[in-house]
């Protein structure tokens, strides 16, 4: 009896909320992002960013832009150890020259975050006098702090590339009587 009672209240009260409004289709576009757009525009709704959209935002390193900003400069060595989830890229021994002389780079990442203090460069030296007569040296130099700012610069760029295409993507809505 309870359950019937408390039933039969509910469908009286939910009958009459009007929740349903008939709407003339010569005003309503049959566009249905240009009526998101103006039910967003009027305050009548909200939007959840990209959900519902096919696909994701994963912490996969194409998505990171520290990661591509670093596997594009440095392109031009061999790459020995590529480790994401490790979060360090190391080149092979390199030589620019004909010569005894190679240098191998590393990039440990600290975080995710475009800063000065997300990456670490390491470089080191090996100078071969014979096949198994080497000396390996660190190098602390200007050159440390001039790939580690070339990385973050196009790091910057990506991710501001990144955004406008995000941008393009879901629409650039406005919050009716707010400024920002």
């Not at 009958?15 to 566009?31: E, F, Q």
């Not at 992002?33 to 959209?53: A, H, M, Q, S």
Request: aromatic residues 8%; positive net charge; proline residues 3%.
């Amino acid at each position: 009896m309870k359950k019937l009672i408390f039933v039969i209240s509910i469908l009286i009260l939910t009958s009459s909320c009007g929740i349903y409004k008939p709407s003339d289709a010569r005003k309503v576009s049959p566009n249905a992002n240009d009526r998101v757009k103006k039910n967003i525009e009027e305050g009548r709704g909200f939007r959840l960013g990209t959900l519902g959209k096919k696909g994701g935002d994963f912490l996969f390193s194409s998505s990171n832009p520290m990661w591509r900003a670093a596997m594009e400069k440095l392109s031009f060595a061999p790459l020995g150890v590529v480790d994401y989830g490790g979060g360090v890229i190391i080149t092979d021994w390199y030589s620019p020259n004909e010569n005894s002389e190679e240098i191998k780079i590393a990039v440990r990442f600290l975080t995710n975050e475009i800063r000065s203090d997300a990456i670490k460069i390491i470089i080191h030296k090996k100078n071969c006098i014979t096949f198994n007569n080497c000396k390996v040296v660190s190098v602390e130099n200007d050159t440390n702090n001039k790939i580690k700012f070339a990385i973050l610069k196009k790091a910057a760029e990506i991710e501001k590339q990144d955004l406008a295409k995000i941008k393009e993507e879901t629409g650039d809505y406005k919050i009716p009587g707010k400024e920002f």
